[in-house]
């Protein structure tokens, strides 16, 4: 790997862990949704872990083509409360995400690294989605 890779691979990195964390905490979400508006919301948050781990492989992937080894400790996950809490722990997660992805997408672009910006702007794409549909939900 070039030296002036290692901020971009750090970068690659620090949004895999954020997935990680995002797998579980949308995981056990999930699992501990009640009350009457769950059913509905319980498949959203699979629906959503399952789109955060096909992230975290793209990302791992990407990584180990740069000959780097993946991190494997999750960002920090939160769960637990009502569901309005837990929508909106999910919901400030999927902004963090926004937030950095931008920032990491104009870093490959610098570095002039198009695959790895393409793979950053699919990536999100789905988490404006996902954080509209938690503001949809919250009725925001």
């Known amino acids: 790997m070039e030296a002036k890779l290692k901020p971009l691979v750090d970068a ?34 699979e629906d959503t872990s399952q789109d955060e781990m096909k992230h975290a492989e793209m990302l791992a992937e990407r990584l180990d083509y740069y000959g780097i080894e993946p991190i494997t400790k999750p960002s920090e996950i939160k769960v637990g409360g009502n569901l309005t809490k837990m929508i909106h722990d999910d919901l400030a997660g999927e902004e963090r995400a926004i937030a950095s992805y ?39």
């Open 12 to 45: 690659l990195n620090a949004d895999l862990a954020e997935e990680l964390g995002a797998i579980v905490q949308y995981m056990w979400h999930h699992v501990m949704v009640t009350g009457k508006e769950s059913p509905a919301i319980s498949d959203m948050f």
């Open 102 to 140: 931008k920032t990491h997408i104009k870093l490959a672009d610098e570095l002039g690294d198009p695959v790895t910006r393409l793979m950053l702007e699919k990536i999100l794409t789905d988490e404006e989605r996902h954080a509209y549909n938690w503001r949809t939900v919250l009725g925001e």
